[in-house]
C-alpha cells in the first residue's frame, strides 16, 4: 500500500528543546515537502526538496530545518529558534517536478504541542 | 505574487442543500487549479483539478469550472451529505512563477447539519 506516513501523531515538547518529526513516503515521488497549519489558517509553506541531497526554503523557514539523505525521507526538525512552534504539521509529496498539474500527496499530519 | 481568495466560512448547510464555495486567484502564467478535502484530524486530499481554461474538474458530486475570464474556480454540489462536512481549499500551481510550489488559499469550513 503506498503513501506518506508521519510521525508521531502527537508530539509534546519543551520550551527550548529541538524536535525532529518524520515524514517517510513510498510512492516513489522526487518532491517532498513540509506545510504548517494553524487553526483557521491555510497551509504555509516551510522547505521543500526537489531531489535528494537539495531543498529550498519556502515562506517560513526561520526555526526550521530538514534534509534529504534519501528519496523516500524528509524528516523536519523545529528547533528552539522557532518563537510559536505549536502547530499542526503536514508532510506532502509530488511524484514529477516541472509539470503543470503538480497534484500533492499528503500525510496525515503530526500535531505538535509546546509545553 | 501569487494568490488564492476563497469566501470565508463557516458554512453551515442542511443536508441536501446546494452548495457553492467561491475561489479567486491571481497568477502570472497559466495555472493548473485544484481543490483539496481535509477531514477533522487528517491531511489534505485532492478532491478535483483543472489544468487550463474552460477545464471542467469533477469528482464525487463535486464540480468546478476553470473560469480564465473571471479568473476562478468554484466548487459546486448538487446536494450535500453530512459525510462532506471538511475543509475545502483552492489551490493554484504556476509554473512560470513559483516552480513546483503549490499555493493554498486560506479554506472553507463546511458543516453539513443532518
Given at each position: 500500500d503506498g503513501g506518506i506516513t508521519q510521525s508521531p501523531k502527537y508530539l509534546f515538547r519543551k520550551e527550548g528543546q529541538n524536535v525532529t518529526l518524520s515524514c517517510e513516503q513510498n510512492?516513489?515521488?522526487?518532491a517532498m515537502y513540509w506545510y504548517r497549519q494553524d487553526p483557521g489558517q491555510g497551509l504555509r509553506l516551510i522547505y521543500y526538496s526537489q531531489i535528494v541531497n537539495d531543498f529550498q526554503k519556502g515562506d517560513i523557514a526561520e526555526g526550521y530545518s530538514v534534509s534529504r539523505e534519501k528519496k523516500e525521507s524528509f524528516p523536519l526538525t523545529v528547533t528552539s529558534a522557532q518563537k510559536n512552534p505549536t502547530a499542526f504539521y503536514l508532510c506532502a509529496s509530488s511524484p514529477l517536478t516541472g509539470v503543470p498539474d503538480n497534484e500533492q500527496f499528503f500525510g496525515p499530519g503530526t500535531r505538535l504541542t509546546v509545553l | 505574487g501569487d494568490s488564492v481568495t476563497q469566501m470565508e466560512g463557516p458554512v453551515t448547510l442542511s443536508e441536501e442543500a446546494f452548495l457553492t464555495i467561491n475561489c479567486t486567484y491571481t497568477a502570472t502564467g497559466y495555472p493548473s487549479l485544484f481543490w483539496y478535502v481535509q477531514y477533522p484530524g487528517e491531511g489534505l486530499q485532492l478532491l478535483l483539478k483543472a489544468t487550463k481554461a474552460d477545464d471542467k474538474g469533477s469528482n464525487k458530486g463535486f464540480e468546478a469550472t476553470y473560469r480564465k475570464e473571471t479568473t476562478s474556480f468554484h466548487l459546486e454540489k448538487g446536494s450535500v451529505q453530512v459525510s462532506d462536512s471538511a475543509v475545502y481549499f483552492c489551490a493554484l500551481s504556476d509554473m512560470k512563477t513559483s516552480y513546483d510550489k503549490v499555493i493554498f488559499g486560506p479554506g472553507t469550513s463546511l458543516s453539513v447539519i443532518p
Open positions: 510512492l516513489n515521488h522526487d | -
